[in-house]
């Protein structure tokens, strides 16, 4: 069983910036995908952002690409997702979830392609 620790959430204004952390501990894989979904209240949960662990290869959804950036510190086995020119419909709930293998394709992954999630962790963005 794989654990997921996010933090990082709180309030920021419109424009601003946050960083959220995700620290992967347990079952572990060498080949490991870790992502960012997002549910906003009356929404279904959607997918942000995803980073191929070994191969580093990134996916974002097309609402963040270019505001948001994903990485990764292999040293603590934690992954951020660093956010920039936050708006207010960037207000969710964040969940960091993973894939115990890699995840290659043209497309974006969807929630099904993970099996662990973490709790979860609440960002407001006022305007």
């Known amino acids: 069983q794989m654990q997921l620790v996010e933090s990082g959430g709180g309030l920021v204004q419109a424009g601003g910036s946050l960083r959220l952390s995700c620290a992967a501990s347990g079952r572990t894989a060498s080949s490991l995908t870790l992502g960012w979904f997002r549910q906003a209240p009356g929404k279904e949960r959607e997918f942000v952002a995803a980073?191929?662990?070994?191969?580093?290869?990134?996916y974002y959804a097309g609402s963040v690409k270019g505001r948001f950036t994903i990485s990764r510190d292999n040293a603590k086995n934690t992954v951020y997702l660093q956010m920039n020119s936050l708006k207010p419909e960037d207000t969710a709930v964040y969940y960091c979830?993973?894939?115990?293998?890699?995840?290659?394709?043209?497309?974006?992954?969807?929630?099904?392609?993970?099996?662990?999630w973490g709790q979860g962790t609440q960002f407001t963005v006022s305007s």
């Open positions: 979830a993973a894939r115990r293998s890699s995840y290659y394709s043209n497309s974006n992954p969807t929630w099904a392609d993970f099996g662990s």
């Open positions: 980073l191929n662990w070994n191969a580093g290869i990134t």
